[in-house]
């Protein structure tokens, strides 16, 4: 039973691993991402100053806000659930070191592709949503255990 947990955990990693990258290094029109509309194409469009979402976040749009800040930390929640899935052994710590390497790797590569921006606020907003995803895990995994006890 157990190398069979170890091996959804495996898969659901992957997965959540692919789609963060599908999401992020493919343009998109309906979540406004990237080049789709044959616009011209702009190269080493970067913001390395932090927390500019809390700046803008009163003059941005609900769309905006759902699609760019939640979006970013919803994004990264499956990768920390299942990152706590796969290597129960980890820390809140850990979940937060790869969901910061993962992430800023994602903005280093999106620095050269094309109408792509790199963001220090995403990497802060996809680094919470893994620490997120692994403290729900955290929290699934002990009233699981608490469920089991009581009977």
């Not at 157990?2 to 659901?12: H, M, R, T």
């Not at 905006?64 to 129960?88: E, K, S, T």
């Not at 907003?125 to 929290?139: E, I, K, P």
Request: glycine share 6%.
């Amino acid at each position: 039973m157990k190398q069979l947990k170890i091996a959804l955990a495996n898969i659901l990693l992957t997965f959540s691993i692919l789609f963060v990258l599908y999401l992020t290094l493919i343009p998109h029109g309906i979540i406004h991402t990237g080049n789709v509309a044959g616009t011209p194409v702009q190269h080493f469009t970067i913001n390395l100053n932090p927390l500019v979402i809390f700046k803008n976040f009163q003059s941005a749009s609900l769309f905006y806000f759902i699609v760019d800040d939640l979006g970013n930390i919803m994004l990264f929640l499956p990768f920390g659930f299942f990152l706590a899935m796969r290597y129960p052994q980890f820390h809140w710590a850990h979940a937060l070191f790869m969901g910061a390497l993962f992430s800023a790797t994602i903005e280093w590569v999106q620095l050269f592709l094309p109408n792509r921006m790199t963001d220090i606020d995403d990497v802060i907003l996809n680094t919470t949503g893994a620490v997120l995803g692994y403290m729900f895990y955290r929290f699934v995994q002990r009233e699981e255990h608490n469920g089991q006890e009581q009977r």
